[in-house]
T-cell receptor, first 109, second 114 residues
Framework: GQNIDQPTEMTATEGAIVQINCTYQ??????LFWYQQHAGEAPTFLSY??LDGLEEKGRFSSFLSRSKGYSYLLLKELQMKDSASYLC??????????WGAGTKLIIKP | GAVVSQHPSWVICKSGTSVKIECRSL??????MFWYRQFPKQSLMLMAT?????????EQGVEKDKFLINHASLTLSTLTVTSAHPEDSSFYIC??????????FGPGTRLTVT
């Protein structure tokens, strides 16, 4: 079956760095997405990785290892507004997104 | 950038009534739109894939006669929850596909059935 695992909840301090991990097992692979979702709102796109390596975009970076079925989202210089759920999603061979349950990130001052 | 709207943003209805939710792509045409449901503290659950001009494809366990989907144009898909029950109360989110790899989400509709 298809499966995506990510931690349920993480806590970090304002100004610090946090890494949110995601492991996956899917039928086929057409890329991995990270989305941010604030409570009561729809997800917003953060990153897309289809090749191995690190993609950096401002304070956020995303890493992918296809051989290990592993990705992480790295958030630097954390701000209170980064408190949200972070969803990992993999696009399978049918170009359908398979979603993880999301990681709730709590930022403390 | 690509914008997707949903209407209404929230709705309260009585048990047994039907509710229609609209999803529009405002600045692009979308042959494919997706409908998701999200319960509190849970991830998105794909309900169905809506294709313009053809029948929607429903995920396993989603009743097609209860959740009617119509994709009448390249910019509009509607989801009608028929004979709504309290257990249908949820956050419904649509997304519109702009390419194989890109889809944009609407702001969501919170449905409460009393």
């Amino acid at each position: 079956g298809q499966n995506i695992d990510q931690p349920t909840e993480m806590t970090a301090t304002e100004g610090a760095i946090v890494q949110i991990n995601c492991t996956y097992q899917t039928s086929g692979f057409n890329g991995l997405f990270w989305y941010q979702q604030h409570a009561g709102e729809a997800p917003t796109f953060l990153s897309y990785n289809v090749l191995d390596g690190l993609e950096e975009k401002g304070r956020f970076s995303s890493f992918l290892s296809r051989s290990k079925g592993y990705s992480y989202l790295l958030l630097k210089e954390l701000q209170m507004k980064d408190s949200a759920s972070y969803l990992c999603a993999v696009m399978d061979s049918n170009y359908q997104l398979i979603w993880g349950a999301g990681t709730k990130l709590i930022i403390k001052p | 950038g690509a914008v997707v709207s949903q209407h209404p943003s929230w709705v309260i209805c009585k048990s047994g009534t039907s509710v229609k939710i609209e999803c529009r792509s405002l600045d692009f045409q979308a042959t494919t739109m997706f409908w998701y449901r999200q319960f509190p503290k849970q991830s998105l659950m794909l309900m169905a894939t809506s294709n313009e001009g053809s029948k929607a494809t429903y995920e396993q366990g989603v009743e097609k006669d209860k959740f009617l989907i119509n994709h009448a144009s390249l910019t509009l898909s509607t989801l009608t929850v028929t004979s709504a029950h309290p257990e249908d109360s949820s956050f419904y989110i649509c997304s519109a596909r702009i390419s194989d790899y890109e889809q944009y989400f609407g702001p969501g509709t919170r449905l409460t059935v009393t």
